[in-house]
């Protein structure tokens, strides 16, 4: 059989100059890759994210995207966080957070009531608005062989929040399809002690999932019917629902 190899590239491979000319220039002298997911970052960078795309494209290697979903990343700039090339912290502050220019409408809220800042309600309506037009944006822009999303596409382990989401909205949403009347607190406790209740639910969580990706999916094949889609699918360590 043939094998097939793909190259994952972070943001600061193609935002500076100098490494993405030079990441160019050895990827076609070696020609080893048939594809190279390009991790998307903040919309200020699409001029550097088309011209990686198109001098992939010019040397014969599909260009494809990579993109956070619900989001994991922490608003806190860190030390260990901090790149010396572009001199930002790539993937601590809101500077360089690919959804900087959203305030969340709702953030994500814990079974124990924390908040994961910055990180989005997945059935928050203006979000999935936001995150749509973002992604059909670089869809446009790169048209890319390939759209990927990242491993954040969960419901468990979103720091400081161990399970979400159990916002005030997400607690109406749930009493009114199963025709309950839970407070977070009282459907915190159920979901531990109550084995219907816990069904519900998990399949509440899956059905918050699929919808996400659902949006997304009509997103990117309505502009690009032949894109592939693709997940990075992280269990963490943590409860995927089933056997309940």
């Known amino acids: 059989c043939s094998l097939f190899w793909v190259l994952r590239c972070w943001q600061r491979s193609y935002v500076n100059d100098t490494l993405r000319n030079g990441l160019l220039e050895q990827l076609k002298r070696y020609r080893v890759f048939d594809e190279m997911w390009m991790c998307l970052g903040g919309q200020e960078y699409a001029p550097q994210i088309k011209e990686m795309a198109d001098g992939l494209k010019a040397i014969g290697i599909d260009p494809c995207t990579e993109q956070i979903t619900i989001g994991h990343l922490s608003p806190v700039p860190s030390v260990r966080n901090f790149d010396p090339i572009t001199r930002s912290y ?5 500077e360089d957070d690919p959804f900087a220019a959203f305030v969340p409408e709702r953030e994500m809220i814990g079974n124990d009531g924390k908040t994961a800042a910055g990180q989005n309600c997945p059935r928050s309506k203006a979000f999935i608005e936001y995150i749509s037009a973002y992604t059909a944006g670089f869809a446009e822009l790169i048209n890319p062989a390939g759209m990927f999303l990242d491993d954040d596409l969960r419901i468990y382990n979103h720091a400081p929040v161990w399970s979400g989401c159990f916002c005030d909205s997400c607690i109406v949403e749930f009493n009114s399809r199963y025709g309950t009347d839970f407070d977070r607190e009282g459907l915190a406790e159920a979901v531990n002690s109550d084995i219907e209740i816990r069904k519900k639910h998990i399949e509440f969580l899956r059905s918050t ?3 996400f990706m659902f ?12 894109c592939r889609m693709g997940l990075q699918g992280c269990a963490n360590g943590g409860y995927t629902g089933y056997g309940y």
Do not use: M, Q, T
């Open 209 to 211: 999932l699929y919808d």
């Open 215 to 226: 949006e997304l999916g009509k997103v990117i094949h309505s502009e690009l019917p032949e």
């Open 90 to 94: 790539l993937y601590g502050d809101f």
